[in-house]
């Protein structure tokens, strides 16, 4: 099973409202990451998670923040942002932080600001 | 910062053909590369990976060619069909990122009935 799983699929929000994405995977992998990406574009690093501890912040804007409540369970909260921001987020996740092997991605959220 | 990058944006091949997709990276110490598929609205699948110990894999279907004196990979995929239809990404990682993917630009595949 390689199986990462997203809610919501998709995700309408106005620039003044707070909501979540949330992202789970049951493969016991100790790495976990959300991605941003645009249409036509590869995927961007936002955060890295090890061993449920933050280890990579790719400078990014503190109206998303992470959470990792749980070594099953990854959330990206998200407030106040702005339309720029809508994009296909994707939680991925990896046996090891530093392992070169296999990141497995979920589907993703399609999110749009409004 | 390392970059990889792709040849082509777009591929066009007709259906039962054979498909190659090229990527040039340019971190001589990449050790680990990596292909995704990416159909429309979907997230990226993993196709196939390969560690530099070596210069060729096979999957069902796909075959993964690594050529470390040019820096160069490239993915084959046999017998094309309509369902290979998507957005094809390699990526590489090494050491010296963490083993964070450097990701290339992007080709899309289309098949031609």
């Known amino acids: 099973d390689t199986e990462v799983t997203q809610t919501p699929k998709h995700l309408v929000m106005g620039m003044t409202n707070k909501k979540s994405l949330k992202c789970e995977q049951h493969?016991?992998?100790?790495?976990m990451y959300w991605y941003k990406q645009k249409a036509k574009k590869p995927p961007e690093l936002m955060f890295v998670?090890?061993?449920?501890?933050?280890?990579i912040n790719e400078s990014v804007p503190s109206r998303f923040s992470p959470e990792c409540p749980n070594s099953s369970l990854l959330n990206l909260h998200l407030h106040a942002l702005q339309p720029e921001d809508s994009a296909l987020y994707l939680c991925?996740?990896?046996?090891?932080?530093?392992?070169?092997?296999?990141?497995?991605f979920g589907e993703g959220s399609w999110l749009t600001v409004v | 910062g390392e970059s990889v990058g792709l040849h082509l944006p777009t591929l066009s091949v007709q259906e039962g053909d054979n498909s190659i997709i090229n990527c040039a990276y340019s971190?001589?110490?990449?050790?680990?590369f990596i292909w995704y598929k990416q159909e429309s609205g979907k997230g990226p699948q993993f196709i196939i990976d390969?560690?530099?110990n070596m210069d060729k894999r096979q999957g069902q279907r796909v075959t993964v060619l690594l050529n470390k004196t040019v820096k160069h990979l490239s993915l084959q995929i046999a017998a094309t069909q309509p369902g290979d239809s998507a957005v094809y990404f390699c990526?590489?990682?090494?050491?010296?990122?963490?083993?964070?993917?450097?990701w290339g630009a992007g080709t899309k595949l289309i098949i031609k009935p």
């Open positions: 991925a996740s990896r046996q090891g932080y530093d392992s070169g092997n296999t990141i497995y």
């Open positions: 493969m016991g992998h100790r790495a």
């Open positions: 998670y090890s061993y449920e501890k933050l280890s």
């Open positions: 971190n001589s110490a990449s050790d680990y």
């Open positions: 390969i560690r530099s």
């Open positions: 990526a590489d990682s090494s050491m010296d990122s963490n083993y964070q993917l450097i």
